[in-house]
């Protein structure tokens, strides 16, 4: 069974610049999160969704950050314009709808960017 | 509020000790128990999870935890550790409500020969 793929694996760029990051969760996961993981940190929740759907985005610093699942499936993470404190490795993870007790979530190997 | 707290931020270990990472966690209701590891330019890869039965679980590459609710704590153990287990092992509380989850700052393991 394939993972969760993530791309780019690495991206430098300048701050001010926009980039964009791509996910595929595994197949038939319908939830998919988006976390932030600052160097010597704890990944952090930056959204959830289910299906196409918005479930948690409170902590979607949404003046720069983007994020969309239009067809259910795969996402784009977005930051424009991006500032030096976003450099991190920004994880993508999947796992199957949870209705009542917690499903365990899968992680692709993350992006890591560099905001010069 | 659900947290998760790791005491060591670093460990170092020789080849063939034992191990023992610590995890305290805060959480209202019966908790959803995980530990990862992350390999450098990695992403999170599951070592074992606690969701009820019996308190000792045994997960990939010899890891075991036990939980033990009257100390809040979620302890991941090794008994010889291996110079591939360099990494940094992160532990992380799932929450009923939403699925999400809430992880510790991890500890980060060095193995010397």
């Known amino acids: 069974e394939a993972g969760v793929a993530q791309s780019p694996r690495y991206k430098i760029i300048e701050k001010r610049q926009s980039v964009a990051f791509w996910c595929n969760p595994i197949?038939?996961?319908?939830?998919l999160y988006w976390y932030q993981q600052i160097l010597g940190q704890g990944p952090k929740l930056l959204i959830q969704?289910?299906?196409?759907?918005?479930?948690?985005d409170s902590q979607l610093p949404k003046d720069r950050f983007s994020a969309e699942r239009l067809k259910g499936v795969d996402s784009t993470l977005k930051i424009q314009p991006a500032k030096l404190e976003d450099s991190a490795v920004y994880l993508c993870?999947?796992?199957?709808?949870?209705?009542?007790?917690?499903?365990?979530?899968?992680f692709g190997p993350g992006t890591r960017l560099l905001v010069l | 509020a659900q947290s998760v707290t790791q005491p060591d931020i670093h460990i170092t270990v020789s080849e063939g000790a034992s191990l023992e990472l610590r995890c305290n966690y805060s959480?209202?209701?019966?908790?959803?128990l995980f530990w990862y590891v992350q390999s450098p330019g990695q992403g999170l890869q599951l070592l074992l999870k606690?969701?009820?039965?019996?308190?000792l679980v045994q997960g990939i590459k010899g890891f075991e935890a036990e939980f033990k609710r009257s100390q809040s704590s979620f302890n991941l153990r090794k008994p010889s550790v291996h110079w591939s287990d360099a990494a940094e092992y992160f532990c992380?509380?799932?929450?009923?409500?939403?699925?999400?989850?809430?992880f510790g700052t991890g500890t980060s393991l060095t193995v010397i020969p």
């Open positions: 969704f289910q299906n196409n759907g918005v479930v948690d």
């Open positions: 959480y209202g209701a019966t908790p959803y």
């Open positions: 993870a999947s796992s199957l709808v949870s209705d009542y007790q917690v499903e365990t979530q899968y």
């Open positions: 992380a509380v799932g929450a009923t409500a939403g699925n999400q989850f809430y």
């Open positions: 606690y969701f009820s039965g019996d308190t």
């Open positions: 197949s038939g996961h319908a939830t």
